[in-house]
């Protein structure tokens, strides 16, 4: 089996008495799309950083690409691309100079007229980096990022602050990056993105992996069972689903009936059969899968934006 | 050739690649960046225009001893526009970004200091012929050593302003650091009042401070055809105050706002006035910058106040090549 490109073993990082990172440990193999999922202060952006060799951990062992980011130095950046939380360019510098700036920095780079297209920023190439909307300034930080056609892309909470439809546009770029075979490690606090993009998560907080596998794994491995929400033609006395097949939990919300089920389609045959015998009639049925955000309460007892 | 030569000679290719590239861009913000443009083109055109006013008044030496006074003032103004400058990128985090590059802190100050160079050298012309023609200053002095002045003195002065770029942590801080420091170069250096009219203790003092070796050296080689071996000490002094400065602020080099100065910081800066505590202590014991100094600002003053007289012998290296304006 090939040695994973990126790999952290018990990674340790404090500043002052705050401990960021706490023994964080965990591997991402080629090609795949790896997201650090936890709240604002969970330690992601320390622990990317440290991957990008931008700060220095206090302890533990960490390789990109068969390299250590602190020791390795060009070496290693030849071979990365990243999308910093912070960061910023000069306000009068023109989109086509940032990226022909940054590609002639590197040894290996791609066509950037090229790369001006594919971010549909071939017709904003000649304007100021501080004329730019958000979306197109991360954008120009994914094209950036992709520069040097890097063999592992660092994205740290690529669409926060962006809206729903610039941050759609984002995902279908990192879809490409999963097309392309590229190795990507993303930090996010949103559910929907780390579901969507990664083929395995990790969650974290207060420092601390505290659960990791693909997000269907990790809402499998929960407790948390599919929401069930029925409305009936007729009411029924309390409780009368509890007992139907895989049912845990069973309450009555407005005259609707919302069941947790660890077993959805047991359940609706059941309840189907259990309707009909008594006469009874289904107006409406709507299923929720538990999501990430359910793993993370059950795991925290808080919401992931608190 | 062997492996590690091969691998340093792509490094230092890499080096002057990403050198070049930065510098074009950096020029590039410069020109687009209405501070600098007026703090580094603006500003010494002021000061230009004013001195051919008031000269235009008053006349006399004046008109002979403004040029090395105003090419001092543009060329020290390198170190107050870089400082603020890499400031300005640390805070904004622009600096980090390009810390995820293939490139060191070395191309990266080193293309601050290209770049301003660049943008310096037409003002610089343009005072010398504004000068040359409406000044009526006939000599064009020693060329070759105005222009090596300029360059180690451009740089120099640039690389003093990316030490305390590193050495402070916000732009409030650098100002207020930047106004001592430049108040220093030009009262007390002899680029703005002539050291000869000094008390003797500042005299003294000044010939601790690089900008006096440059004020003093552009004096002289603006007004004679002055040898480049008289100028010995001037050059050398700002060519090595460039390379201890250049190399303590590489190593003070801070690419994030919140990275703190390392202790370290004040014994490199202490290091970087050694050259000078050197070269002020020889100075002052065996040297004769002071001497040449009086010499050359007296023999403006008795030439201006008679003409008629033959040039007066204001010291051995200088006189034979000594034009006056009439």
Redesign the interface.
């Known amino acids: 089996m090939a040695a994973p490109v990126i790999e952290v073993r018990d990674l340790y990082k404090s500043y002052g008495p705050v401990e960021a990172v706490r023994g964080v440990s965990f591997a991402v193999e080629e090609g795949e799309v790896f997201g650090l999922l936890g709240p604002n202060g969970a330690g992601k952006t320390s622990t990317v950083e440290i991957l990008e060799g931008l700060r220095t951990p206090d302890r533990g062992v960490v390789r990109v690409c068969g390299l250590d980011p602190q020791e390795s130095g060009d070496r290693f950046k030849e071979r990365i691309g990243a999308i910093l939380q912070s960061t910023n360019l000069p306000d009068k510098l023109r989109v086509k100079e940032a990226i022909e700036l940054f590609a002639e920095l590197y040894e290996r780079n791609v066509d950037t007229d090229e790369l001006l297209k594919r971010f549909q920023l071939d017709e904003k190439s000649t304007a100021f980096y501080k004329n730019l909307s958000g979306g197109q300034k991360q954008r120009l930080a994914l094209a950036m990022a992709l520069v040097n056609d890097p063999q592992v892309v660092f994205l740290d909470e690529p669409t926060a602050g962006l809206d729903p439809q610039v941050r759609r546009e984002i995902y279908d770029i990192i879809e490409d990056l999963k097309r392309a075979k590229k190795t990507v490690l993303i930090t996010t606090h949103y559910i929907e993105e780390a579901e969507r993009l990664c083929d395995r998560v990790a969650i974290v907080d207060s420092g601390k992996v505290i659960a990791h596998g693909t997000p269907r794994e990790l809402k499998h491995s929960s407790a948390g069972s599919t929401r069930i929400e029925v409305r009936l033609a007729r009411p029924l006395a309390n409780g009368a689903l509890a007992h139907i097949d895989a049912v845990n939990d069973c309450r009555e919300f407005d005259g609707s009936y919302v069941l947790h089920s660890s077993r959805p389609p047991a359940t609706i045959v059941a309840l189907v059969k259990q309707l009909e015998s008594e006469g009874n009639e289904l107006q409406s049925l709507e299923m929720f899968s538990p999501t990430l955000e359910d793993v993370f309460i059950e795991l925290t007892g808080r919401r992931l934006r608190e | 050739m062997t492996a590690p030569r091969a691998a340093n000679e792509t490094?230092r290719a890499?080096a002057i690649?990403?050198t070049w590239?930065?510098t074009k861009?950096r020029m590039?913000?410069a020109m687009?960046?209405r501070t600098f443009f007026f703090f580094s083109l603006m500003m010494p055109m002021l000061f230009l225009v004013g001195a051919v006013v008031f000269i235009g008044r008053h006349g006399g030496f004046l008109s002979e001893y403004v040029l090395g006074a105003l090419l001092t003032v543009t060329v020290m103004g390198s170190f107050w526009g870089l400082s603020v400058q890499l400031v300005t990128?640390r805070e904004?985090?622009?600096l980090?970004?390009f810390?995820?590059?293939?490139?060191g802190a070395g191309p990266l100050l080193a293309s601050s200091i290209l770049s301003n160079y660049v943008i310096t050298l037409p003002t610089l012309l343009v005072e010398i012929l504004v000068c040359r023609w409406v000044l009526h200053i006939h000599n064009w002095g020693n060329p070759w050593a105005i222009f090596l002045l300029i360059t180690f003195g451009s740089a120099a002065f640039s690389s003093f302003g990316l030490i305390v770029a590193s050495v402070t942590n916000t732009m409030q801080e650098t100002q207020l650091i930047n106004q001592l420091i430049w108040l220093a170069f030009l009262f007390l250096s002899g680029a703005t009042v002539p050291l000869s009219e000094m008390p003797l203790w500042i005299r003294r003092a000044a010939l601790f401070m690089p900008a006096t070796y440059l004020a003093a050296g552009l004096e002289t080689s603006t007004t004679s055809r002055v040898n480049l071996v008289d100028l010995g000490t001037d050059v050398l002094g700002l060519a090595v105050a460039l390379w201890v400065a250049f190399e303590i602020s590489r190593r003070l080099f801070r690419w994030?706002p919140e990275a703190k100065v390392p202790r370290r910081a004040k014994l490199w800066v202490v290091v970087a006035m050694v050259p000078f505590f050197v070269f002020g202590t020889y100075e002052n014991l065996y040297g004769g910058l002071l001497d040449r100094i009086d010499q050359t600002l007296n023999f403006h003053s008795i030439a201006a106040k008679h003409p008629e007289r033959p040039a007066p012998q204001a010291h051995a290296e200088i006189p034979p090549q000594l034009s006056f304006p009439r």
Request: proline share 4%.
């Open positions: 490094r890499k690649t990403a590239s930065l861009v590039l913000l687009r960046n990128f904004q985090g622009i980090r970004r810390r995820l590059a293939p490139i994030e």
